[in-house]
């Protein structure tokens, strides 16, 4: 496994850009969710394609996608980095957390869950968004009570629970 310091692999990211446009290492006509992009981006950087639930570059796990693509990137399946601060069971599961599907069956009746599918482009419709902060150099993770979706009746309910916990 090829691995890099951060600054190398901004730099090296930076070089594959400046380059311009490269031809897909897949063959892809009418395919668009076949990870062609990423895997194109490995190979430019001389990283050996895995599909491994493991970050593909030391601790970083590169994304990328079409320019036009409505398709999401999945960021993490776990607490974001710092790990340490335990950010999704210490903060989002306990203010923002919902009743997990199997609760009372297959799990304690109090178990809850957090789970987010969520884009930059649009809010879910619980009310999170992803904003990136080039200025800052961050990847915010948002919330907006105001653009949930108040036709749902479990998410009224869960709005209602927000609301008591933390505020909306």
């Known amino acids: ?19 311009g446009w ?3 290492v897949k063959k892809t006509i009418d395919t668009r969710n076949d990870g062609a992009v990423g895997n194109t981006l490995e190979q430019l950087l001389g ?3 895995n599909n491994l639930p493991i970050p593909n570059a030391r601790e970083w796990e590169l994304k990328g996608k079409r320019k036009h693509s409505a398709s999401p990137i999945t960021l993490k399946h776990i ?6 601060a335990k950010i999704v069971t210490k903060v989002l ?29 649009a809010f ?3 009310g999170f ?5 080039r200025s800052a150099m961050k990847v915010r993770f948002l919330f907006d009570s105001s653009k949930a979706d108040r036709t749902d009746s479990d998410i009224l309910a869960w709005l209602s629970s927000v609301d008591m916990r933390i505020g909306t």
Not at 79 to 84: L, N
Not at 93 to 121: C, D, I, N
Request: charged share 30%; proline share 7%.
């Open 93 to 121: 599961l306990p203010l923002y957390g919902w009743p997990h599907a199997k609760a009372g069956v297959k799990y304690p009746k109090q178990e809850m869950s957090f789970r987010s599918a969520t884009s930059a482009a």
């Open 1 to 19: 496994m090829k691995l890099f310091t951060k600054d190398e692999l901004v730099k090296q990211i930076r070089d594959v850009c400046n380059a």
């Open 47 to 49: 990283i050996e394609e």
């Open 22 to 24: 490269h031809r897909s």
């Open 124 to 126: 879910t419709n619980r």
């Open 79 to 84: 607490d974001p980095s710092p790990r340490a």
């Open 129 to 133: 968004r992803i904003v990136v902060d």
